[in-house]
């Protein structure tokens, strides 16, 4: 149901502490928006004013007397009309803030830090950018009326949902390689005085142990910061003339080592190089099996198919015309819903508890890198198959040919280790 007035800002809080309500409210005052507000102190009673109109903004306390918890925030979500909620929580609800957004909050705000310009900016950010993803999914609703009367409408549809992910995508990426870069620059600083403190201190000190948990959290760190780097554009990869069958096979012997999976690996006949970093394809293929792995947790097979294709004029999404080579993981797991699916390329959203959302992600943006791209069928029950398409390389010297074909003839000869 469309608002009273248009003008204002629907805004629905669902905060059972009146104190809070007070404060938040006073916040909304001094932040100079145009809004109407509405309060509900239960979950159940905000899902009913949900289900009877639409607001544009939910600010949502996850804490509530009849819910708690990412319940709390699901539960809205399910009754939303894709409003755009921001996550209220304390002080000491930082990762359970950290986990609402993976599961579709636009933001999350610290009630006892808030003020009125920070509350101001998140919804206004929040509305933004609810109101592009819907405008998105009305493009996307009319391309499928049109379906019954244009021939290929349904390929013009995946076209243009690989533009939006890509255009998604390249925006967040600039931002996480400016926070990588930016937050690899202080680890380097809190390592370097651990480390200068540690030579000033006997082992045997009463903080020696506390500075080595300390050192070890910088450097698990620093990992997670590698994943950014590789995530946005500052992975830019180092390409060289390669065939990719040796490598997925490595893989897919290191990961499935001691799994209840098994594994089948097939390739065309005379598989056509590409140019790649190696490093970085290997992540991709890595994430790709270790995900088939993590939806069969009681066994059951995983079948890697490499082949090469000649692609036509927008046979699939998001490549260009000429020649790929095609590395299909497919799994014979639990399946994606739709819901899902639609997401799963997306920066930090993740099913799984311990997750962090960055894996498909920043596969999706090192094959893109490499002008390529990574396409997923599922459904639920049905498992899953992710198609990973590489450009064919093409040699500019007698030496990188007689090179491939040497490369290709040892693959030939060796034994195929995916058993």
């Known amino acids: 149901m469309p608002t009273a ?16 309500v007070d404060l938040i409210s006073e916040h909304l005052e001094l932040s100079k928006l145009d809004f109407n ?47 755009a909620i921001i996550a209220l929580t304390s002080a000491d609800d930082e990762a359970l803030s950290l986990e609402a957004l993976k599961f ?20 206004l950010f929040a509305i933004e950018r609810s109101n592009l993803l819907r405008s998105r999914e009305a493009r996307s609703e009319e391309i499928q009326c049109r379906d019954a009367i244009v021939s290929g ?16 995508i390249e925006s967040i990426s600039l931002l996480a390689g400016g926070i990588a870069h930016d937050f690899n620059n ?12 540690r030579i000033d201190l006997d082992e045997g000190h009463q903080h020696s142990a506390k500075l080595v948990a300390a050192e070890k959290a910088a450097l698990q760190a620093r990992l997670l910061t590698q994943q950014l780097l590789a995530f946005s554009k500052g992975g830019a990869p180092s390409l060289e003339v390669t065939t990719v069958s040796e490598m ?50 009681s066994g059951g097979e995983i079948r ?17 015309f000429g020649d790929y080579v095609c590395i299909e993981v497919r799994d014979e797991g639990t399946g994606i819903s739709p819901q899902n699916l639609k997401k799963i390329f997306d920066p930090y959203f993740t099913t799984k508890r311990k997750g ?44 990188e040919i007689k090179s491939i074909r040497s490369q290709e003839k040892r693959n030939r000869q060796g034994e195929d280790p995916s058993g």
């Open 304 to 320: 890697i198919r490499m082949s090469n294709l000649h692609v036509r004029h927008a046979e699939v999404p998001a490549l260009k």
């Open 248 to 297: 997925v096979e490595e893989c897919a012997l290191f990961i499935l080592r001691g799994s209840k999976v098994k594994c089948s690996i097939e390739k065309d006949d005379g598989l056509w190089p590409v140019d790649a970093d190696k490093g970085q394809i290997s992540q991709v293929i890595n994430n790709l099996i270790i995900n088939a792995n993590q939806a069969m947790p």
């Open 153 to 168: 409408i349904t390929k013009q549809q995946k076209a243009e949902d690989e533009l939006f992910k890509s255009e998604k």
């Open 186 to 197: 202080m680890l380097t600083a809190i390592l370097g005085n651990i480390s200068m403190i």
């Open 104 to 123: 579709g909050a636009q933001d999350y705000l610290n009630k006892y830090r808030l003020n009125s310009e920070d509350l101001r900016r998140s919804i």
């Open 356 to 399: 962090n959302g960055l894996g498909l992600a920043s596969s999706y943006s090192i094959i893109t890198t490499h002008k390529g791209t990574i396409t997923v069928d599922s459904s639920i029950g049905q498992g899953s198959i992710f198609r990973v398409y590489l450009a064919k390389s093409t040699p500019t010297s007698l030496w």
């Open 37 to 83: 507000i509405s309060i509900a102190t239960r979950l159940a009673d905000g899902v009913e004013q949900l289900e009877k109109r639409r607001f544009d903004v939910v600010l949502l306390n996850l804490t509530l007397p009849d819910s708690r918890g990412i319940d709390t925030l699901l539960a809205t979500i399910e009754a939303s009309q894709d409003e």
């Open 5 to 20: 007035n248009p003008k204002k800002i629907e805004i629905l809080l669902l905060e059972d502490n009146g104190v809070d």
